[in-house]
């Protein structure tokens, strides 16, 4: 099945414009089986997704050994993107060293089975990395010697964002960018764009905040990030849903779904903004079923959003959510 395919950055790739984020095959969001996440892979793949985006943490490895074992048997090889940096100990910006990020480096090459990385991204590290020439050096150097095919960083503000694109070998720049999650339009697209830097949009449902199908009473396993890291207990509260409050998401969320047109579900639409956005190279929503998969790559076959609709979205957010948010990343 074909998808519309965008460049990423100056990397020479082309990916799909819904890829498929593979945190949920890891852990943080309640158990999924490995027969589970092989299912998933299979369904994304043969829905025309050619991005996968995983991480070296996301279950200690096991969501880059699940990516390994689903694409062994399959002559159509996706683009992977990984990340690494979060197995810090301590997570401070000293222990980015050259040693620890080779070693972070070649443990995702055993993961993967591959001899060279796609993509490797900066994981979300402590904000002094990203102005840390050595770290870029050590990853230009991993580039020259075959290990990575190219990098990028994955942040929490803009400004981390802003700060990368100062480094040439920056390729690409994963950050929160949704209904609910606008600031990144207003400098960090367009200096990606005239850098040619790719995007690949992260959260882009709020956490499922944006399917649509929450209320006051969902509940959410102990080991679901939902639960535990509502208040930003484990990591940066704006990674579960958006940085919205819940009950304010919800609001929000059901004026988003009230706004989205006839035959498209809250969730493809809301991913279709993305899509929309210029700068833009993918969205990677993740999925825990088949369902969701088939759900997520809809969004690519739906029309782009009206006029209307881009305004009567940019209501809901200032009037529900950019006192929230806005100020904060």
């Given at each position: 099945?074909?998808?519309?395919?965008?460049?990423?950055?100056?990397?020479?790739?082309?990916?799909?414009?819904?890829?498929?984020?593979?945190?949920?095959?890891?852990?943080?969001?309640?158990?999924?089986?490995?027969?589970?996440?092989?299912?998933?892979?299979?369904?994304?793949?043969?829905?025309?997704?050619?991005?996968?985006?995983?991480?070296?943490?996301?279950?200690?490895?096991?969501?880059?050994?699940?990516?390994?074992?689903?694409?062994?048997?399959?002559?159509?090889?996706?683009?992977?993107?990984?990340?690494?940096?979060?197995?810090?100990?301590?997570?401070?910006?000293?222990?980015?060293?050259?040693?620890?990020?080779?070693?972070?480096?070649?443990?995702?090459?055993?993961?993967?089975?591959?001899?060279?990385?796609?993509?490797?991204?900066?994981?979300?590290?402590?904000?002094?990395?990203?102005?840390?020439?050595?770290?870029?050096?050590?990853?230009?150097?991993?580039?020259?010697?075959?290990?990575?095919?190219?990098?990028?960083?994955?942040?929490?503000?803009?400004?981390?964002?802003?700060?990368?694109?100062?480094?040439?070998?920056?390729?690409?720049?994963?950050?929160?960018?949704?209904?609910?999650?606008?600031?990144?339009?207003?400098?960090?697209?367009?200096?990606?764009?005239?850098?040619?830097?790719?995007?690949?949009?992260?959260?882009?449902?709020?956490?499922?905040?944006?399917?649509?199908?929450?209320?006051?009473?969902?509940?959410?396993?102990?080991?679901?990030?939902?639960?535990?890291?509502?208040?930003?207990?484990?990591?940066?509260?704006?990674?579960?849903?958006?940085?919205?409050?819940?009950?304010?998401?919800?609001?929000?969320?059901?004026?988003?779904?009230?706004?989205?047109?006839?035959?498209?579900?809250?969730?493809?639409?809301?991913?279709?903004?993305?899509?929309?956005?210029?700068?833009?190279?993918?969205?990677?929503?993740?999925?825990?079923?088949?369902?969701?998969?088939?759900?997520?790559?809809?969004?690519?076959?739906?029309?782009?959003?009206?006029?209307?609709?881009?305004a009567d979205l940019e209501r809901v957010y200032d009037e529900r959510i950019r006192a929230h948010v806005h100020a904060r990343?």
């Open positions: 099945m074909s998808m519309e395919q965008r460049p990423l950055g100056r990397t020479g790739a082309d990916v799909s414009v819904v890829g498929l984020g593979t945190w949920q095959l890891g852990g943080d969001w309640g158990d999924v089986s490995s027969e589970g996440a092989a299912e998933v892979l299979d369904a994304a793949l043969d829905a025309g997704v050619t991005l996968l985006d995983t991480a070296d943490v996301y279950g200690d490895g096991r969501s880059e050994e699940r990516i390994r074992q689903a694409l062994a048997p399959r002559s159509d090889r996706p683009f992977v993107a990984t990340k690494a940096g979060r197995r810090a100990d301590p997570f401070e910006a000293a222990t980015y060293t050259p040693e620890n990020l080779r070693a972070w480096v070649d443990r995702s090459r055993r993961n993967l089975g591959v001899d060279t990385l796609d993509l490797v991204q900066l994981h979300c590290p402590p904000p002094a990395v990203y102005s840390d020439q050595r770290v870029y050096d050590t990853l230009d150097g991993f580039v020259a010697d075959g290990s990575i095919a190219a990098y990028g960083v994955s942040v929490e503000t803009v400004e981390e964002g802003l700060t990368a694109l100062q480094h040439e070998g920056v390729q690409s720049i994963q950050v929160i960018l949704n209904v609910f999650r606008r600031k990144p339009l207003e400098q960090l697209l367009p200096a990606a764009a005239r850098a040619g830097v790719g995007i690949l949009a992260r959260v882009p449902l709020a956490s499922g905040l944006l399917t649509g199908k929450y209320d006051e009473s969902t509940t959410f396993a102990a080991d679901d990030h939902r639960n535990f890291n509502r208040n930003g207990e484990a990591f940066d509260v704006g990674e579960t849903f958006s940085g919205v409050p819940y009950d304010v998401g919800l609001a929000a969320a059901r004026e988003v779904a009230a706004i989205a047109p006839e035959g498209a579900t809250t969730a493809a639409f809301a991913l279709r903004w993305v899509i929309d956005q210029p700068g833009v190279t993918s969205v990677i929503p993740g999925a825990r079923n088949v369902e969701q998969v088939l759900g997520n790559v809809a969004a690519a076959s739906l029309a782009p959003l009206t006029d209307g609709q881009l990343w």
